[in-house]
């Protein structure tokens, strides 16, 4: 049941507008109106949504039910534990309103209802994709020019309010959160029908990525892309010898230009060395307890009194093990539920018109890059963690819906 005025679907444009400003507006803080952001109220209204949809008679899957009791089971132990151990409730709170946009994800269970849901939220990717790449462009365009000077620029981008959204690589690129769909975005048309549009366009995307100088984009995409070519041609030759001489050539390429690659792109000793301090700190405060638990949200670290670059690190140092196993255990979920896909796909000749497996590398990007920066656990990563869950959920409802409207007009 949709909420409609004539033809209009209230809960279809809110869908729409919810999705677009996670795309495009990194992480949020880019439209600020009043006390809040516009995510915030967005996420608001979602809740609002949410009861109002199962107030009528919405169900949400048990997977989406299970999942969120869990979820909330561990955030009641962190914050009580951050009760008892924060010394700062500042960086309490901080922490919590954080991952309450977890509790999105029974909305977008119930949102997500067919086919024609995944398909619009492929083409607001891909678009919103796009629309990055080329504003992108267009910065680099402006900033190599001299129309403006590098400090008028950096100042306009770096205000306090903006909470560090943008990062600048020297004087020659810039770094925005909201990159982190342009790399997700690239899967979507790296795995796409081959055509001459779409080479260019993924061409055009990945030149973009390149050009942010940010390693981690950068040698993710690389290499996950890299990794699922051989994969393809591995398996499509017979000749083992063949495949042994591509792979060690391959190997042997990489271990020799890969480290010069990552020189090109500027000395990142000192972040490097940051990440290893945070490690020894985390360690140092490890008891048996924290361990298994964490020492609960708004405790830190002293280099990293809120969040920490390594987002497993300040995941196990909050939350200890039970936390970690969490997101992970979604991950493997993911998995189990792509390859029972797969399997019923190749079991029954049967096509997959839905492209899993861009959801799917797009989630694997996702938890890689959280290596490096704090992404999984903020809107921007839940957005798309959740969305995959729910699709692998009804995949293969979703293809059956698909097969039979493509075989309707034929």
Not at 167 to 181: C, D, L, Q, T
Not at 233 to 256: C, Y
Request: proline letters at 2%; glycine letters at 6%; hydrophobic letters at 50%.
């Amino acid at each position: 049941m949709r909420i409609r005025l004539g033809r209009f679907s209230l809960t279809g444009f809110f869908f729409t507008i919810f999705l677009l400003e996670i795309f495009l507006g990194g992480a949020g803080r880019l439209t600020t109106i009043g006390p809040l952001t516009l995510r915030m109220y967005f996420f608001i209204l979602g809740m609002g949504l949410l009861l109002l949809l199962l107030m009528i008679g919405k169900k949400i899957t048990k997977t989406t039910y299970t999942i969120t009791v869990i979820f909330t089971i561990i955030l009641v132990i962190a914050i009580i534990q951050g009760i008892v151990n924060s010394e700062n409730y500042t960086y309490l709170f901080a922490d919590v309103k954080m991952v309450l946009f977890f509790f999105t994800l029974p909305l977008f269970d119930v949102l997500i209802k067919d086919y024609k849901s995944v398909e619009k939220i492929q083409k607001l990717l891909k678009w919103s994709t796009v629309i990055l790449a080329i504003l992108y462009f267009i910065f680099l365009i402006i900033l190599h020019s001299g129309v403006y000077s590098f400090r008028t620029i950096w100042l306009a981008m770096s205000k306090p309010e903006y909470h560090q959204e943008f990062g600048f690589r020297g004087e020659s690129a810039m770094i925005y959160k909201g990159f982190i769909y342009v790399c997700i975005g690239f899967f979507f048309f790296f795995f796409n029908k081959r055509s001459f549009k779409n080479i260019i366009t993924t061409a055009f995307v990945f030149l973009a990525i390149v050009l942010t100088l940010s390693r981690a984009f950068i040698l993710l995409v690389f290499l996950l892309t890299i990794s699922y070519t051989l994969y393809k041609v591995i398996f499509s030759r017979k000749n083992k010898i063949l495949n042994i001489i591509i792979i060690s050539s391959i190997v042997i390429g990489g271990i020799a230009l890969i480290p010069k690659a990552l020189q090109m792109l500027g000395d990142k000793t000192k972040s490097d060395n940051i990440r290893v301090v945070q490690l020894q700190e985390v360690g140092e405060m490890v008891n048996p307890w924290s361990f298994f638990v964490g020492h609960g949200y708004g405790v830190g670290i002293p280099l990293r009194p809120s969040h920490m670059e390594i987002m497993y690190l300040e995941i196990f140092h909050k939350q200890g093990i039970f936390g970690l196993s969490f997101w992970f255990l979604l991950l493997v979920y993911i998995f189990i539920k792509y390859y029972n896909y797969y399997k019923y796909c190749k079991n029954n000749g049967i096509k997959d018109h839905l492209n899993a497996k861009a959801f799917l590398f797009g989630v694997v990007f996702l938890y890689a890059q959280s290596l490096f920066n704090p992404f999984l656990t903020n809107s921007m990563g839940m957005t798309f963690l959740f969305i995959t869950l729910i699709i692998f959920e009804k995949l293969k409802t979703f293809n059956e819906q698909k097969s039979i409207s493509m075989h309707r007009n034929i």
